[in-house]
């Protein structure tokens, strides 16, 4: 990491008019979030990540701060076809736009396609980090083909067994109509 700035207490301003880099590696614990949406395995996962800072022209003919964030993780979670431990790539890149103001933030990110943030001199680089791969998750993470077979049939032969026993009561019902009719 770059010793003149914190991923936790990122001056964005600094960071952009230095077109600095910052970038690191994590481990998954300290993102407790991501953690939620793991398996008991993912202890010792590794959450890599870069941010790039740069000013560039905006439409007021003035510059604007901008980070340009890579991250990437394994994350271990539950195969929701066999139910056991999948390894997930998840990974996100993305450039920010930042602007003075929560209000100015809101109102420039609904009439832009630009993510707008708030400029900040004690950002947080990680919770971003975190919110930016939690939306990149999977939504119904599963082995491309796993590794034991999966039952995709909710039929017991027991119970389908002795449902054909069973008389079928509209069947009984038809014999009663028809001995009432004759």
Do not use: Y
Request: hydrophobic share 40%; with cysteine.
């Amino acid at each position: 990491m770059n010793p003149e700035f914190s991923a936790q207490t990122l001056s964005i301003s600094a960071f952009a008019k230095a077109s600095a880099e910052l970038q690191g590696v994590e481990k998954l614990s300290i993102f407790s979030r991501l953690m939620e949406e793991s398996d008991a395995t993912a202890l010792n996962t590794e959450v890599h990540f870069q941010a790039q800072g740069e000013m560039r022209p905006d439409s007021a003919g003035g510059l604007a701060a901008w980070v340009r964030l890579k991250a990437q993780t394994r994350l271990p979670m539950v195969c929701q076809r066999c139910m056991g431990s999948v390894e997930m790539e998840v990974q996100c890149d993305r450039a920010f736009r930042f602007v003075a103001t929560e209000a100015l933030a809101e109102e420039e990110d609904e009439n832009s396609e630009e993510d707008v943030l708030v400029i900040s001199k004690h950002f947080d680089l990680l919770s971003l980090v975190e919110d930016e791969l939690l939306m990149a998750l999977p939504a119904a993470p599963k082995h491309p083909s796993c590794p034991q077979p999966v039952k995709l049939s909710v039929a017991d032969a027991d119970f389908t067994e002795v449902e054909a026993d069973k008389p079928n009561p509209f069947a009984v019902l038809g014999q009663l109509k028809k001995g009432t009719t004759d």
